[in-house]
């Protein structure tokens, strides 16, 4: 049985609206109040949350992010959390041997100006290593920069007393060994589904994909500045001359998998997307605590990860609002793709409209049950069942279900 919701939108994107009314006849709503389904910006998520608004959700509407999502999506909280987190584990863990261990997630990393002097402290202590500094809320490369020398930070210390948070920058060791394809710089784009926090329940999508850069890596001081050669993100690559428009300087994930099985062989590759699985995982128990578990929220993720020559991955950022622009026409399947699975299990078409319905199916001998599978989604992490699955991100081997 088909429900035919009102749903409202801040974006005009041709994979939501596609989605919402061709794919499912869902009816458009222009109220701010009378709707199920709100696909809205952080702005007026915060807005709507906002305890002034005196707005009050009913249990038949479902927003796209939680109130405080930048627990994890803005760059100075992500470093913030996960360091907090991995101290807490590593307590525990010297505790009892039989904790589970936290690998690495993120490459040395320092919030500026508040971390400063300490960040000076490590590059002095490694005077030959570059970093890489970013705005802690912006995107799509917006900013970005590479720095061997002290002194192209200082610069940037005389004004820092005058910035607001907003406008703080964190500055990570470079990872200067990164796995090539092509002689290519790449990193990877994982989407990533939480329709709970608490307990936290996540879905891996397997049909992401590696973004290259256009020109080949080099570690020459000379190209310190050429942004094609270091930063993957599309907005910037797209201006090259070399962009390829056709496939978008993008490959399917299960294409890289081969690639890893063929050079480094089948155990390798198995290992290294289990440690992006534990990544995704350790970092969303990371925030887990300090995040608005809201039940009208779900979360729809896009994760940046990079992977080092010795095949060690490494959280780049992750992403509360992925782009949903389809830069070619594979990429406007796969995005649909995306759309459609994960609305079927927020708002499941074959249950009426309540909260309490996200992620959940209906089995007729036990009831509501929690959705393993459905499409290219697979439930990667359940905590209420206690339960992690070793999934392979390989693109949909087995048959989508619809």
Request: net charge positive.
């Amino acid at each position: 049985m088909s429900h035919q919701y009102r749903w409202r939108t801040d974006f005009d994107k041709f994979v939501l609206t596609y989605n919402f009314e061709r794919r499912r006849g869902w009816r458009k709503s222009d109220s701010d109040e009378d709707w199920n389904f709100y696909w809205a910006n952080v702005h007026n998520v915060k807005q709507l949350f906002h305890p002034d608004s005196g707005t009050r959700l009913g249990d038949h509407q479902v927003v796209n992010h939680f109130p405080n999502h930048f627990e994890l999506t803005r760059k100075d909280t992500l470093v913030k959390n996960i360091k907090r987190y991995r101290r807490e584990m590593e307590r525990e863990s010297s505790a009892d041997p039989s904790k589970v261990k936290v690998p690495e997630i993120i490459p040395m990393t320092y919030v500026l100006p508040i971390d400063y002097s300490l960040f000076v402290e490590e590059f002095r202590r490694f005077s030959n290593q570059t970093w890489i500094m970013k705005p802690t809320a912006k995107a799509q490369g917006v900013g970005i920069f590479l720095i061997n020398k002290l002194s192209q930070v200082k610069k940037w210390a005389n004004r820092w007393s005058s910035l607001s948070a907003k406008d703080w920058y964190v500055v990570s060791r470079y990872v200067d060994n990164p796995l090539l394809i092509g002689g290519k710089k790449f990193d990877l784009r994982i989407y990533v589904l939480v329709v709970n926090y608490r307990p936290l329940r996540v879905y891996l999508y397997q049909m992401g994909f590696a973004r290259f850069c256009n020109e080949k890596y080099s570690s020459d001081l000379g190209d310190i500045d050429n942004q094609f050669i270091h930063l993957t993100n599309v907005a910037i690559q797209k201006k090259s001359e070399d962009y390829n428009r056709a496939h978008g300087g993008k490959w399917h994930l299960n294409n890289l998998r081969l690639f890893v099985e063929g050079i480094h062989g089948k155990e390798a590759s198995q290992r290294l997307f289990d440690e992006v699985n534990a990544i995704i995982i350790h970092s969303l128990k990371a925030c887990q605590n300090v995040m608005i578990n809201d039940k009208h929220c779900f979360e729809c993720y896009g994760y940046d990860l990079l992977i080092d020559s010795n095949l060690k991955p490494w959280l780049i950022e992750v992403n509360a609002s992925p782009s949903l622009t389809a830069t070619t026409h594979p990429d406007r399947i796969l995005k649909t793709g995306l759309i459609s699975d994960m609305l079927d299990i927020v708002m499941p078409p074959d249950l009426p409209p309540d909260v309490s319905h996200k992620g959940m199916r209906w089995d007729p001998e036990e009831g509501l049950v929690p959705v393993e599978k459905h499409g290219f989604f697979d439930l990667l992490y359940d905590e209420a069942a206690d339960t992690t699955a070793t999934l392979q991100p390989t693109g949909g081997r087995g048959k989508r279900r619809a």
